[in-house]
């Protein structure tokens, strides 16, 4: 992950989440790898829940900019979430769905123009024996056909997450430790042949633009 400006989001914001606790292993993790973390705190954006009417009279909130300026500013996003009834957490669909609305304006692209052929691995954890799996197979659909994002195959679901940290917030199990290691290389893998096809040019001559 060397030299990889990674944006890590976590689907649950609660005090105590697991997925906030997942998500801080994989930050350690990409630190130690030589990334550039952000993390990005869904719940402090406020989003109302999306309503055309909200949208019609004051524009989409803006804090929904901040999201779209942390996604632009990453090489690739790292989404660590619980499911809830086997879907995705509304406080990540409402956001991205927000982010969709943006349309270009000033020094800003749209939001879907901010995650098109943008890299983005998931990871997910829940007390159950399927690890919140489900959220990511709708994540996965949801992020590669309506936002254009290149979803790494590689993803990990921490099932027992309630079991799996020891006190100082690392994983008990050196497979599962591993398996977000491996979620992680594959992104800064990704990450890294978009950047050099991107400077090898459409002709592949290696000329900078
Ligand atoms: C509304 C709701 C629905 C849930 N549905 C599921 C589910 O489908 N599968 C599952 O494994 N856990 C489910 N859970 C349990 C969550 O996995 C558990 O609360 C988990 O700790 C939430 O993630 P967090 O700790 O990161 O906040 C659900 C929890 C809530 C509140």
Known sequence: MQGIRLL?????????????????????????????????DLRELQLPVYDGDIEAASGVPPSALRLLEAIMAADAVLVVTPEYNGFPTPLVVNAFDWLSRITAGGAHPAGLAATANKPIGLLSASPGPLGALRSMNFLRQYFQMAFAMIVVPQQFALSRAHEAFDEAGGLKDEKALRAVDGVLAAIGSLANALRAARLAGPTGSGVTR
Do not use: F, H, W, Y
Request: a positive charge; proline letters at 3%; hydrophobic letters at 40%.
């Open 8 to 40: 890590v989001i976590p689907g649950s914001q609660r005090n105590g989440s697991l997925n906030k606790r997942l998500a801080s292993v994989a930050v350690k993790l990409a630190t130690n790898a030589g990334a550039t973390v952000d993390e990005m």
